[in-house]
């Protein structure tokens, strides 16, 4: 009896697992760059307290850029602040 419960916590931390991981995945893919058409892009990173996404800045070239965090709101307007009503 016990061997079966076993089992059966086995196989479904398993799949909680796998939904997890496809789930991460997935929104990895729906945050694309931003690019800032000067050899310069945003890449988005976690989401903040807010539900903000925290974007950072690279460059194609590896030079060199600003480390801070950036913000996009719904019109695209880049921001190192948010408006948690209009963030993305």
């Known amino acids: 009896m016990i061997k079966k419960q076993t089992l059966f916590i086995e196989k479904s931390f398993s799949t ?7 789930s991460c995945e997935n929104n990895i893919i729906k945050n694309e760059k931003i690019d800032l058409g000067d ?3 945003l890449l988005p990173g976690p989401k903040n ?35 948690k009503r209009d963030c993305i």
């Open 16 to 22: 909680l697992l796998l939904i997890f991981f496809i």
């Open 39 to 41: 050899g310069n892009f």
């Open 49 to 83: 307290k807010d539900g903000c996404t925290e974007y950072q800045l690279f460059n194609e070239d590896g030079f060199p850029t600003t480390q801070m965090i950036y913000y996009v709101d719904r019109e695209l307007n880049i921001s190192g602040s948010y408006n």
